[in-house]
């Protein structure tokens, strides 16, 4: 119906319409008999004008002739400029490359010579390691002879101490035995051998006497070979004091040469780089002049420039004032025919515009309203496709759990009833023993379509799984039933809600009826299966 209605409202805008083309037809053929009056006495007026705008374009062309033979001039002036620019900038760049050149040669030759000064240094630093592996060397020789003499002197001093013991040992036992012979001699001859005993003993004592003198003698032999020992030792001490200093006096003497040497290379560097510094700072001045005598010429050739367009712009004027005054005749002439032609032309034109603006009025009314019908079938499309988008998801989603299942969601308008835009969803789904079951969303802003069915389908498949006889939202409404009837009562269902329990609650504290939730072993469920039940209070009304 819908589009019965939208296809005979746009027949009647396009009749409409069509008659309105027909109105303006007929105007605009009176408009152009009108116009076609008026050209003829225009003809005439356009010949003679046209007559005076040759004249005015003969002067223009000789005027531009003039004006392109002067252009011609200064562009090749400017040619010959700009070569020049050039000529001038490619030696520029010319004595660039040459002082670039310069520069990585002395670059080069500085390397170089970097290079040689630290072959020099290795080479030096060489040679003092093997002066100090020599001097080394002789130091460990001489600590070695030096060891080899004391070792040597040692034992000398050992075998004296040991001949000078022996010695010792000797004349204590000849001293021993001789007092022995004494005692026995005066034992036996005491009385009778008294001249013999003074005389052994002037004997012994000139024995004595000697071995004493022969003591003496081997210890002064000890002291004076002690002696010749120290000496020898302070000599070869004295020897090596004296190599020391020589071995230090030559290390220093190398290392004041090192230090000469290195002061040395380190001025011919710093020379070296003053030359550099001193080249390039050569060189900068060059470039300084090179890029003042350029901004020289420069400054030249844009004078020279603009005194060329100097020039121009006052031929340009002079021609511009000459074209002003033919032009300003012309424009006389123009008026004074405007003027007779606009006197004829402001009745149509008036007459034309107020037809227009009738005709405009129209069109646009017209417009106004076929927009205001597009806009509603626009709304009414939408919404359709709104909630056909919010089914088809909730059927889609049921489709994945259920597979064979006749599905039937209509979309619905309310017009009448609504007080604001909005939309939602309710699937209802009845099972074959008869119970109902519901799902439900509401849109919201911003929330696609979409997640709209698919939440009512959702929750419409929750009450499903448990494979109960009431959803989670018809539970709490039973209970006060289900107390108030006289026996047991029954409900299988999913899992118990808070409503569910506070209305259990509540209805055990005002009733005599009594409340039991098991777990229910449902094999097709697939979810966790409650049964409630109640041994009613069986209250009656008296009133009825």
């Known amino acids: 119906m819908l589009l019965m209605v939208l296809v ?46 040759l004249m005015v374009l003969m002067l223009l062309m000789v005027l531009v002739l003039l004006m392109v033979l002067i252009l011609l001039m200064v562009l090749i002036l400017l040619m010959v400029l700009v070569l020049l620019m ?106 009778l051998m008294v001249l013999i005993l003074l005389m052994v003993l002037m004997v012994l004592m000139v024995l004595i006497v000697l071995i004493l003198l022969m003591l003496l003698m081997l210890l002064i032999l000890l002291m004076v070979l002690m002696v010749l020992m120290v000496l020898i030792v302070l000599i070869l001490l004295m020897l090596l ?15 004041m040469l090192l230090i000469l040497l290195m002061v040395l290379i380190l001025l011919m560097v710093l020379i070296l780089l003053m030359v550099l510094i001193l080249l390039m700072l050569l060189i900068l001045l060059m470039l300084l002049i090179l ?15 603009l005194v060329l367009l100097m020039v121009l712009m006052l031929l340009m004027v002079l021609m511009l004032l000459m074209v002003l005054v033919l032009l300003m005749v012309l424009v006389l002439l123009m008026v004074l025919v405007l003027l007779t032609v606009l006197v004829l032309l402001t009745v149509l034109v008036l007459l034309t515009v107020l037809i227009l603006l009738m005709v405009l009025i129209l069109l646009m009314v017209l417009i106004l309203l076929m927009l205001l019908i597009m806009m509603m079938v626009l709304m009414l499309l939408i919404l359709l496709q709104l909630a056909k988008d919010m089914s088809s998801a909730a059927v889609r989603t ?40 519901a799902g439900s969303a509401l849109g919201k802003k911003g929330v696609y379509v979409d997640k709209i069915g698919i939440e009512a389908a959702e929750m419409l498949l929750r009450n499903i799984r448990h494979n109960g006889c009431v959803d989670e939202f018809l539970q709490d409404q039973l209970i006060i039933f289900m107390a108030l009837a006289k026996g047991t009562s029954r409900i299988r269902t999913g899992a118990v809600t808070l409503h569910t329990q506070t209305a259990i609650h509540i209805a055990e504290r005002l009733t005599q009826a009594k409340f039991t939730i098991t777990k229910s072993e449902d094999e097709l469920s697939s979810n966790v299966t409650y049964i409630i039940e109640c041994e009613g209070s069986g209250a009656t009304n008296t009133h009825l």
Do not use: H, P, W
């Not at 030096?124 to 080899?148: D, E, G, R, T, Y």
């Open 86 to 191: 050039v000529l001038m900038l490619l030696m520029v760049l010319v004595l660039l490359m040459v002082l670039i050149l310069l520069m990585v040669l002395m670059v080069l030759v500085l390397l170089m010579l970097l290079m040689l000064l630290m072959v020099l240094i290795l080479l030096m630093v060489l040679m003092l390691l093997m002066v100090l592996v020599l001097l080394m060397v002789l130091m460990l020789l001489i600590l070695l002879m030096v060891l080899i003499l004391l070792m040597v002197l040692m034992l000398l001093m050992v075998l004296i101490l040991l001949m000078v013991l022996m010695l010792l040992m000797v004349l204590v036992l000849l001293m021993v035995l001789m007092l022995l012979i004494l005692l026995m001699v005066l034992m036996l001859l005491m009385v």
């Open 241 to 255: 004091m004296l190599l020391i200093l020589l071995m230090v006096l030559v290390l220093l003497m190398v290392l």
């Open 291 to 305: 890029l003042m005598l350029l901004m020289l010429l420069m400054v030249l050739i844009l004078l020279m420039v």
């Open 8 to 53: 005979l409202l746009m027949v009647l805008m396009l009749l409409m319409v069509l008659v309105l083309l027909m109105v303006l037809i007929l105007l605009m053929v009176l408009i152009l008999l009108m116009v076609l009056m008026l050209l003829m006495v225009l003809m005439v007026l356009i010949l003679l004008m046209v007559l005076m705008l």
């Open 398 to 437: 049921i489709r994945k759990e259920i597979k064979d299942l006749y599905i039937n969601i209509q979309a619905l308008q309310e017009k009448e009833m609504a007080c604001g835009n909005g939309n939602g969803i309710i699937i209802i789904a009845e099972s074959s023993t008869g119970c109902v079951f």
